[in-house]
């Protein structure tokens, strides 16, 4: 199993920013991409931003040019940095980890796993 520890959320004005983490921890054998999701209320869950274990990111358009994205490959953490903040943005911000884990029970010695946090809450308002 993996075990993902999200922090970083929290309520903050418009224009204002935050810093999401996410550690992940278990067995993990190798990831091959982690990220950031959210869904507001009322709404589907959407991405946010992702990156692979080579370093390759995506955004959403509506964060293009505001929040970036890292990793910490050796602390399997990945942080969102999320600037000039919009009451848009409001929502609870989940972590994901795409990746494959020791698995002794499996032929090949591992398994696929798609795992979720269990999600910050992100709040921009006045």
């Known amino acids: 199993q993996v075990q993902l520890v999200e922090s970083g959320g929290g309520l903050v004005q418009p224009g204002g920013s935050l810093r999401l983490s996410c550690a992940a921890s278990g067995s993990i054998f190798s990831i091959i991409a982690m990220g950031w999701y959210r869904q507001a209320p009322g709404k589907q869950r959407e991405l946010v931003a992702t990156?692979?274990?080579?370093?390759?990111?995506n955004f959403a358009d509506s964060v293009k040019g505001r929040f970036t994205i890292s990793r910490d490959n050796a602390k399997n953490t990945v942080y969102l940095q999320m600037n000039s903040l919009k009451p848009e943005d409001t929502a609870v911000y989940y972590c994901?980890?795409?990746?494959?884990?020791?698995?002794?029970?499996?032929?090949?010695?591992?398994?696929?796993?798609?795992?979720w946090g269990q999600g910050t809450q992100v709040t921009v308002s006045s």
């Open positions: 994901n980890v795409k990746g494959f884990l020791v698995d002794a029970g499996n032929p090949s010695g591992m398994r696929y796993s798609d795992s």
């Open positions: 990156i692979t274990s080579g370093g390759g990111t």
